[in-house]
């Protein structure tokens, strides 16, 4: 691949990071909106809405990741990060389960059951909440990735 390709690969993947953790602010943002039992209605529908965005974007940055992604690059120049490159693209799956048994409950959730609907907000934000360590662990794993030298130079 070429240092231009490169370069335009890491842009991207960093664009979507960044659109990814704006979505993800917007979510919490929603999540954590204080509405009081009439205002519900707009509430699920923009819980909905954001959770929809942040499931669309999270998928297309892993699938990128996972895709000719840093995953790839990293296992070819650092083969003994195998382990910690499994246990990320683990987390992807369980992210995209997650997200497949929490979008019918909120699609189906009644406008005024507030106790079901408080249970998913608290599984949503406990997804974010693994998102976030997992984005965490993911740099931590490309910084050492790149900053550790394996000797061989002479």
């Not at 979507?16 to 009439?38: D, G, S, Y």
């Not at 990293?74 to 990060?81: E, I, S, T, W």
């Not at 997200?99 to 408080?118: A, Y």
């Amino acid at each position: 691949m070429s240092m231009i390709q490169d370069h335009v690969n890491i842009s991207t993947v960093c664009l979507e990071h960044q659109i990814l953790q704006h979505v993800k602010e917007a979510l919490r943002v929603t999540l954590n909106w204080v509405a009081p039992e009439v205002s519900l209605p707009r509430k699920l529908s923009s819980l909905q809405f954001t959770t929809k965005s942040f499931q669309r974007h999270l998928e297309r940055v892993m699938s990128i990741e996972e895709e000719g992604g840093y995953m790839s690059d990293v296992l070819d120049a650092k083969p003994y990060l195998e382990d910690r490159l499994n246990c990320l693209a683990g987390d992807h799956a369980r992210f995209r389960a997650r997200l497949r048994q929490l979008m019918p409950e909120l699609n189906n959730l009644s406008k005024w059951n507030e106790p079901q609907f408080l249970q998913v907000c608290d599984e949503l934000s406990a997804l974010l909440d693994e998102v976030d360590l997992h984005d965490a662990r993911e740099v931590d794993l490309l910084q050492e990735s790149v900053a550790i030298d394996d000797g061989g130079e002479g």
